[in-house]
């Protein structure tokens, strides 16, 4: 997807992902399910590597990696992971290979579809399914949502798996391709992406 081509939510989700993420300079960073527009395209690192598990992506690391992150322990400062765990069938396994590969005080900026969004709830009511919820398929393609999450779910899985949130945010409400209101006045949780900066214990 080309940034031209980016819908609304996508382009503030990129601008909040971008903003907790700070200075990289002097860090190494590993942005998982990078695809072909990576959140960590243009910032200055000491190096970056792009992970995806499409080879037309063309990615530093192609792999499944529901197999493992073939990087060495304690090897990486920052991980970015943006709309990539909801697709994990073993979302803590994931974690703890987020964790084995990070430095000690290394970071995740991770972001989800909130399954507890306002629009989300607003569907419920009436008798509606959320647009992101994971639900059954007859295939097996990347894309598909497996797991859905709100913030108190994000918040228990990565303390279970060694892991502090230090900030949450979200990309805000959107309804026709239009922030409703500004981002500080939205709280995270009525957000349609949660949002959060999270340090290894």
Same mark, same amino acid.
């Given at each position: +997807?080309? #940034?031209?081509? +980016?819908?609304?939510? /996508?382009?503030?989700?990129? !601008? ?11 860090? %190494? !960073?590993?942005?998982?399910? *990078? ?21 037309? @992506?063309? $990615? ?11 990087? &060495?322990?304690? #090897?990486?400062?920052?991980?970015? *992971?943006? %709309? @990539? ?5 073993? $979302? =803590?396994?994931?974690?703890?290979? @987020? #964790?084995? !590969?990070?430095?000690?005080?290394? %970071?995740?900026?991770? #972001? ?21 919820? *994971? /639900?059954?398929?007859?295939? %097996? ?21 060694? =892991?502090?949130?230090? &900030? /949450? ?5 959107? =309804? ?9 006045? /939205? $709280?995270?949780? @009525? ?6 900066? *999270?340090? &290894?214990?």
């Amino acid at each position: +997807m080309k #940034s031209n081509q +980016m819908n609304t939510q /996508t382009k503030i989700r990129y !601008v909040q992902m971008r903003r907790l993420l700070g200075n990289l300079n002097g860090k %190494e !960073v590993l942005d998982v399910g *990078a695809g072909n527009n990576p959140i960590s395209k243009g910032l200055k690192t000491k190096k970056t590597l792009c992970l995806d598990g499409v080879k037309d @992506f063309n $990615p530093d690391i192609c792999c499944n990696i529901n197999d493992g992150i073939p990087l &060495k322990d304690n #090897s990486i400062d920052v991980i970015i *992971a943006g %709309e @990539f765990l909801e697709h994990i069938i073993h $979302p =803590f396994k994931l974690l703890r290979e @987020f #964790s084995r !590969v990070l430095r000690s005080g290394g %970071e995740i900026v991770l #972001s989800v579809p909130n399954i507890c969004s306002l629009k989300s709830r607003l569907k419920a009511i009436l008798g509606d399914l959320p647009e992101s919820c *994971a /639900t059954p398929q007859d295939d %097996e393609h990347y894309q598909r949502h497996v797991n859905d999450y709100n913030l108190k779910q994000l918040g228990n899985i990565l303390d279970k798996s060694r =892991f502090h949130i230090t &900030k /949450t945010t979200s990309n805000g409400i959107i =309804f026709h391709s239009k922030l409703l209101w500004p981002l500080f006045l /939205t $709280p995270p949780t @009525f957000g349609e992406t949660l949002i959060v900066r *999270a340090i &290894k214990k």
